[in-house]
């Protein structure tokens, strides 16, 4: 239950096209998350699903069913909303029970359920209080409530955790996971944090302007980006992103650079390239494809700390483990025998070697 | 204490002293009026139209008051009153809520220019529109009764219900709307769910502020009305007579006039000052 494909989807308001051509699958139990930018219709996506907009063109199915004309109650789903949308003149059982309520469910069976999913929660104590009573967290876990009380096959998460603090952000996403594992319906969840999406998703929907730039697991995101925006978007600190040139016997030059790195062979001619900063080394000692940098920034992080090396006229940001010694100004050398190298084909902007 | 510390702190305590003064003086200049109203609506008037008044507490009664309770040509214009500002505050609240919440929630063209049409109407002084007002009110057979006074009290109460309104549906998250949606709500089951026990105060707000317009116009009421459909102001006026001045009726009238106006803001105060939408998203 909760299989969900949308083809050809397309939104405009008015003139402004915000979904272009979109076509996604989504199986039945599968937690997929819409990540991109904000602007990119990663939220307005979620509304064509929810029916809380309209599609402009294309369909959407649940289930072989196409609900793109059923309005939002008929289409078996729940939503998780970034401010919460609690309803203020009601308990936080009133809120939790309303959908069930609005569905003529039986008054026995709706106290069972509210019960159930508030101890779930840790919300049974605060049952009789109203939404302003509540810190953030509670208020989030009421509306996680209130849509796990109704068994939805499909839930709808927009930016759920944006509006906690880090610490209860972390727990709270933890808490997702766990439930959407006990749960095991289909989940779509947008957000711009990429580590959200990283952590929680089975498959990520990179979205760029309403176009969807690369769908596939975590792994396949990060280790096989698709192209330089998803390379750049996913992955923290962000990939460094290179011109480069390419020569018959499969070196990447970095342009201004003397630093080279050898790369599949058959390609060639002017290319971009990427480095994961977490791939990368940085030792006071040379080793071969080497090349002399010096540190011009030191960011420690705890458990690694990240460096900025100045290599020529670009910076290279590298992640190290543990806690650094070293200092701005500091020599070394810095070798990519570790790195996966991403090619990507240069788009017409990027200014090349000259 | 420094010196520095102690001349801030006197200065301190004259700022208090003048602001105190000035609230004082501001309350007489407000509240002596209706002070002198009601001690005229409880004496004889031989004893306060000398140069010396004898206000003297063991003289009060309330017999002007029995009086006009009792006289059928002052319940009429009370009841008229009442029935027109009663009217008047729903029709404008009802009307008007439905117009702002419209006009807050969708886009559509000539939005703006609808509110600033209502707000420009308000610009036009009464004067200038009464006599049109009469004349139409008089060919369409209007005149002089409750329910044309009503219509136009809503036309001109309506508009400024719709702008407090407005401003207040806009502050209500769309999210809220959109998980009632989710939740089972047809559109006019959010209005209805949602929207109208979390507006509320503002909608009891809006009905007090129609009311007390309607309760206590005097200067259209003066000119559409004259016998059977006379308002409260209209009759209080009438005290007034071309040769004799009723001064303990007037200001017994006054007095019965001002009571509604008073309890209402004395019992709704907090409801209107409580916001409800505390707490509603994030905060």
Same mark, same amino acid.
Do not use: K
């Given at each position: 239950m909760g299989d969900i494909e949308l083809r050809n989807v397309s939104k405009r308001f008015g003139k402004l096209e915000v979904i272009r051509d979109l076509s996604l699958q989504v199986a039945s139990g599968e937690f997929v998350t819409l990540l991109g930018p904000s602007g990119c219709g990663k939220t307005t996506t979620l509304n064509l699903i929810a029916g809380l907009e309209d599609v402009s063109s294309g369909t959407i199915t649940v289930d072989g069913r196409r609900v793109e004309d059923l309005p939002p109650d008929r289409r078996d789903l729940a939503f998780v909303f970034q401010d919460y949308a609690l309803y203020p003149h009601m308990t936080v059982f009133g809120n939790m029970a309303f959908g069930l309520r609005m569905r003529h469910t039986a008054k026995a069976e709706i106290d069972v359920r509210v019960r159930a999913?508030?101890?779930? $929660?840790? $919300?049974? !104590?605060? $049952? !009789?209080?109203?939404?302003?009573? %509540?810190? +953030?967290?509670?208020r989030q876990r009421v509306a996680l409530g209130r849509s796990i009380v109704r068994r939805p096959s499909v839930f709808l998460y927009d930016e759920p955790l944006s509006n906690l603090d880090a610490l209860m952000r972390d727990q709270t996403r933890s808490e997702l996971k766990r439930l959407h594992i006990e749960l095991g319906a289909t989940s779509i969840y947008v957000t711009h944090d990429q580590e959200e999406a990283m952590t %929680?998703? !089975?498959?990520?929907?990179?979205l760029r302007g309403g176009h969807l730039e690369q769908y596939g697991s975590p792994r396949d995101i990060y280790g096989r980006p698709a192209n330089e925006f998803v390379a750049g978007f996913v992955g923290k600190p962000r990939m460094n992103l290179y011109d480069v040139e390419v020569g018959?016997? +499969?070196?990447?030059?970095?342009?201004?650079?003397?630093?080279?790195?050898?790369v599949s062979v058959g390609l060639s001619?002017?290319?971009? $390239?990427?480095l994961r900063p977490e791939e990368l080394g940085f030792s006071s000692e040379e080793s071969s494809g080497s090349v002399q940098g010096t540190v011009r920034l030191v960011e420690p992080g705890g458990g690694t700390t990240d460096i900025t090396v100045a290599v020529g006229p670009i910076d290279v940001m590298v992640r190290l483990p543990g806690f650094s010694n070293l200092g701005i100004g500091a020599q070394g050398w810095l070798d990519a025998r570790r790195a996966y190298p991403h090619l990507f084909e240069r788009d017409g902007a990027s200014a090349g070697c000259e | 204490m420094s010196r520095a510390r102690r001349g801030r702190s006197r200065r301190h305590v004259f700022s208090t002293i003048a602001h105190r003064l #000035?609230?004082? #003086?501001?309350?007489?200049?407000?509240? *002596?009026?209706?002070f002198w109203m009601l001690v005229t609506s409880l004496l004889p008037a031989s004893d306060l139209l000398r140069l010396d008044p004898d206000v003297a507490f063991s003289k009060m009664n309330l017999s002007t008051y029995g009086q006009l309770l009792?006289?059928?040509?002052f319940l009429l214009p009370l009841r008229n009153s009442a029935l027109v500002a009663s009217v008047t505050a729903l029709s404008s609240v009802i009307l008007g809520s439905l117009a702002a919440y419209g006009i807050a929630r969708f886009r559509f063209p000539g939005r703006r220019a609808v509110m600033i049409m209502m707000l420009g109407g308000q610009m036009v002084p009464a004067v200038v529109l009464v006599i049109?007002? *009469?004349?139409?009110l008089r060919d369409v057979g209007l005149l002089d009764t409750v329910e044309g006074l009503m219509v136009t009290y809503v036309g001109f109460i309506m508009p400024i219900v719709v702008w407090m309104l407005v401003g207040f549906f806009e502050g209500v998250p769309v999210s809220l709307e959109r998980a009632a949606r989710i939740d089972g709500c047809s559109r006019i089951g959010v209005l209805v769910r949602v929207i109208a026990p979390i507006s509320g105060t503002a909608l009891v707000a809006a009905v007090i502020f129609a009311f007390i317009s309607a309760w206590s116009d005097l200067f259209i009421a003066l000119v559409l009305t004259a016998g059977n459909s006379i308002t409260l102001p209209v009759e209080v006026a009438n005290f007034e007579g071309l040769f004799v001045m009723q001064y303990r009726s007037a200001a017994a009238a006054g007095?019965?006039?001002?009571v509604p106006v008073l309890l209402l803001a004395a019992v709704f105060q907090k409801w209107i000052v409580a916001g409800l939408t505390e707490g509603v998203v994030k905060g």
């Open positions: 999913a508030a101890v779930r $929660l840790g $919300l049974e !104590d605060v $049952l !009789d209080r109203r939404p302003r009573e %509540l810190s +953030g967290g509670q %929680l998703s !089975d498959r990520i929907a990179v018959p016997n +499969g070196r990447a030059v970095v342009c201004g650079t003397v630093w080279s790195i050898p001619g002017r290319m971009r $390239l990427g | #000035a609230v004082v #003086a501001v309350l007489c200049y407000l509240v *002596f009026p209706v009792t006289d059928p040509s049109p007002l *009469f004349l139409i007095i019965i006039t001002l």
